[in-house]
Structure formats: structure tokens, C-alpha cells
């Protein structure tokens, strides 16, 4: 038997076409994630999807504080467990934290959504951007090393932020040789990927938006060609 090559290429060309036009839409999105905010948009029908259901939260960060309380910071809330009871801080609820730090008086948690302060009972809210850790000095000043806006450091409970300048200043005294980062081959791998390796980490979103939209196009005027071909046929048939 014939095979009809031609006619089994059309066809997974239509069913391809499917996941092209998803990473090609996905991948233009992905670079603008922070212009665009897609971490501010809840899909509350897919979180409570039984799919997704952890059998345990994933805990990323863990503090004992002084009056005997056990605090879990994990990748959908923080946790509290006190005499053998555990209950989930409701102000976090679905908010990674990564890091937690406490002096006498409070204490600061901090993640991918930001940054909240424990003073008494309440939590409060204080910083809105990710977070890559947080620390409380003994003078309440609270320190933070941020995603978008590298050390900051606050004097007044979070009411207002400002770089931390006495940390840069010394950093900026380092060698060379002590802040060389190590490059390996999956790192290259990512960059040429990405777009980093050729257009700098400024300009790669433009890489990935020049071949997401590219992916777009063919899935789409592959479709549209395969149906005026259907079409063509048909036509031909009736005729």
C-alpha cells in the first residue's frame, strides 16, 4: 500500500499547529509576566482544581520564634504551629514566603508577593514587589533584598523605603575576582534560549516576542492554508 506522505504531513501539521500557537502565546507572555502582572491575577477555579491539591504544603522557610511559637513559610502561606496545633495566617493566604526574620518586638515575612510585618497580633502589609529575603534589626529597621529593586531598607515599620546606601557603598569596594559569577554550559544553554546571549538581558524580551509572534503566525496561517486547500477540493469534488 501507497502511503500519502503529503496527506499525513498536512494533518499533523493541523494538530501541531495547536501547541505551536500555545508556546508561541505563552512565550510572548512569559517575558512581559511583570509589565503585564499576570502574578496579580488569581485563577481561583484552577487552585481549588482537586489536580492541583498538594498532599503537603512545600515549605520554603522555618523560624522558632521566642514565645515558643513555630513559624512555616511555605510556596501558597505561612503556617503557625503552637502547641501541637497548627492554623494558616489568612493576611498571606495564597502568598509564597521565603524568608523570615523576628527581634524582640515583630516579626517580617517576605516572598514572592512581598513583604509583611507581624507587630503584636496584626499583619500588615509593607512592601508589594517580590522579595528575595528579609531581616529585622534590633532597632526594628527592616532590611530587604528585593527582586526589582536590589537592597532597600526601612526605619519606620515599612511606611516608606530607601536603598540601603552604607551596603552598596561596600560592595562597590569588592575585587573583581570576589563577585565573578560562575558560568557553566546550562547557563549558556538558557541564554541562547532565552535571548540573553544575544541581545543582553535588556533587550532579550524582544528575541522572545520576535519568535513567539513567528510561532503565532505559521500555527495560524497554517491552519488558514490547510482550510483553503479543504475548501479547494471541496470545490473540486462538487464540481
Not at 570576589?178 to 557553566?184: D, F, G, K, L, P
Amino acid at each position: 500500500m501507497k502511503i500519502n506522505w503529503r496527506h499525513w504531513h498536512a494533518w499533523l501539521s493541523i494538530v501541531l499547529s495547536i501547541p505551536l500557537f500555545l508556546v508561541g502565546v505563552t512565550a510572548v507572555l512569559i517575558a512581559h509576566n511583570k509589565t503585564l502582572g499576570l502574578k496579580d491575577m488569581p485563577l481561583n477555579w484552577l487552585s481549588d482544581s482537586p489536580m492541583r491539591a498538594a498532599e503537603l504544603p512545600e515549605i520554603r522557610a522555618s523560624l522558632s520564634s521566642r514565645d515558643g511559637r513555630r513559624f512555616l513559610g511555605g510556596k501558597s502561606g505561612l503556617y503557625v504551629l503552637q502547641h501541637d496545633k497548627i492554623h494558616a495566617v489568612a493576611a498571606l493566604a495564597g502568598s509564597e514566603v521565603r524568608s523570615l526574620s523576628e527581634n524582640q518586638q515583630l516579626l517580617v515575612a517576605a516572598g514572592s508577593m512581598g513583604a509583611w510585618l507581624l507587630n503584636g497580633e496584626t499583619w500588615r502589609a509593607v512592601y508589594r514587589k517580590p522579595v528575595h529575603q528579609a531581616h529585622i534589626g534590633a532597632d526594628n529597621s527592616i532590611f530587604l533584598a528585593t527582586v526589582e529593586h536590589g537592597l532597600l531598607v526601612s526605619r519606620d515599620l515599612g511606611a516608606s523605603w530607601q536603598a540601603d546606601q552604607p551596603s552598596l557603598a561596600a560592595l562597590q569596594t569588592l575585587p573583581p575576582a570576589a563577585v565573578r559569577e560562575n558560568y557553566s554550559f546550562n547557563k549558556l544553554v538558557m541564554d541562547v534560549h532565552t535571548g540573553k546571549a544575544f541581545m543582553g538581558k535588556s533587550w532579550e524580551w524582544l528575541w522572545i516576542d520576535c519568535l513567539g509572534l513567528l510561532l503565532v503566525f505559521l500555527a495560524l496561517s497554517g491552519v488558514y492554508l490547510w482550510w483553503q486547500g479543504q475548501k479547494r477540493q471541496t470545490a473540486l469534488h462538487r464540481s
